[in-house]
Nanobody, 119 residues
Framework: QVQLVESGGGLVQPGGSLRLSCAASGSIFGISVMGWYRQAPGKQRELVATITNGGNTDYADSVKGRFTISRDSAKNTASLQMSSLKPEDTAVYYC?????????????WGQGTQVTVSS
């Protein structure tokens, strides 16, 4: 099992910045991708950004140019730097770690951290 613990959420004004962090522990060997997802009230969980072991990143169109994902493999952490935040970024943000075994993805999730963008 992989345990993921997020931190860094909170309340921020539009145009502000926040940094989310995710610490992975437990059976971390074999994690190939880490990422951030979010879920707003009444909506489905959606991908925000992912980063592979090799450092390849992918972003949702809605956050490109505003959010930056990074990863420290030595410390088993992943971070999401969020800038120019908008009210529509308000959601619970979840850290994700993925392993692939025999071609089957296995996803692990953190408990989530609330991000609220409001004046």
């Amino acid at each position: 099992q992989v345990q993921l613990v997020e931190s860094g959420g909170g309340l921020v004004q539009p145009g502000g910045s926040l940094r989310l962090s995710c610490a992975a522990s437990g059976s971390i060997f074999g994690i190939s991708v880490m990422g951030w997802y979010r879920q707003a009230p009444g909506k489905q969980r959606e991908l925000v950004a992912t980063i592979t072991n090799g450092g390849n990143t992918d972003y949702a169109d809605s956050v490109k140019g505003r959010f930056t994902i990074s990863r420290d493999s030595a410390k088993n952490t992943a971070s999401l730097q969020m800038s120019s935040l908008k009210p529509e970024d308000t959601a619970v943000y979840y850290c994700n770690a993925r392993k692939v075994r025999f071609g089957i993805p296995i996803d692990y999730w953190g408990q989530g951290t609330q991000v609220t963008v409001s004046s």
